[in-house]
């Protein structure tokens, strides 16, 4: 495998179950994003680690919870969710998350909350 | 006022055309700016990154910044059907992890 790997690609859940999603980077990196992204509206990035501590968590709510065990991995529980969390997750990547960092993204999780 | 501003198109041209992609913005502090493309089914790759003001080449590919006007261009010279595909404009400030995202233009380059 190379580069940013998520699964599952595809994922439909009901408001009551829990589940979480998975980003493995195959790319040496130090830093480690989720970002969610809505039919006709911009990426929003949602949390940060750097060095496996979280740097920034953008105002999400609690129903999502992430996981950094190691650079490698990233990892986001979820629970209760609502049907407007309905979107593609997006697992990036970059070095050391430097001004001229490059963050490299993953392919997505397609999430559908009934 | 959203702090970048994309037309999401959709933008359809003949193949061998020279497109023109463009954002706006609103924050001054910005002074990364980046072009990613993302195909359906995929995440977004980047194609261009600058640093403030000015232009630059990659193949067909050409970025410009122009920050007096607030405005950043991609040019993609000699178009192919390949590069049919949401093109999404990203920006930074000098701080932060937040790259500042466009809501992306389609492409549609048709032979």
């Known amino acids: 495998e190379t580069g940013v790997t998520q699964t599952p690609r595809h994922l439909v859940m009901g408001m009551t179950n829990k589940k979480s999603l998975k980003c493995e980077q195959h790319?040496?990196?130090?830093?480690m994003y989720w970002y969610k992204q809505s039919a006709k509206k911009p990426l929003e990035l949602m949390f940060v680690?750097?060095?496996?501590?979280?740097?920034e968590n953008n105002s999400v709510p609690s129903r999502f919870s992430p996981e950094c065990p190691n650079s490698s991995h990233l990892f986001l529980h979820l629970h209760t969710l609502q049907p407007e969390d309905s979107a593609l997750y997006l697992c990036?990547?970059?070095?050391?998350?430097?001004?001229?960092?490059?963050?490299?993204f993953g392919p997505g999780t397609r999430l559908t909350v009934l | 006022q959203k702090e970048v501003e994309q037309d999401p198109g959709p933008l359809s041209v003949p193949e061998g055309a020279i497109v023109s992609l463009n954002c706006t913005y609103s924050?001054?502090?910005?002074?990364?700016f980046m072009w990613y493309r993302q195909y359906s089914r995929k995440g977004p790759e980047l194609l261009m990154y600058?640093?403030?003001?000015g232009n630059k080449e990659d193949g067909r590919f050409t970025a410009q910044v122009d920050k007096s006007s607030k405005y950043i261009s991609l040019f993609i010279r000699d178009s192919q059907p390949s590069d049919s595909a949401t093109y999404l404009c990203?920006?930074?400030?000098?701080?932060?992890?937040?790259?500042?995202f466009g809501k992306g233009t389609s492409l549609l380059v048709t032979p």
């Open positions: 990036a990547s970059s070095q050391d998350g430097s001004l001229s960092d490059t963050q490299y």
């Open positions: 790319l040496g990196h130090n830093a």
């Open positions: 680690y750097n060095f496996k501590e979280q740097t």
């Open positions: 924050n001054s502090a910005f002074q990364y």
């Open positions: 600058t640093y403030s003001s």
């Open positions: 990203a920006m930074r400030e000098n701080s932060g992890y937040a790259l500042n």
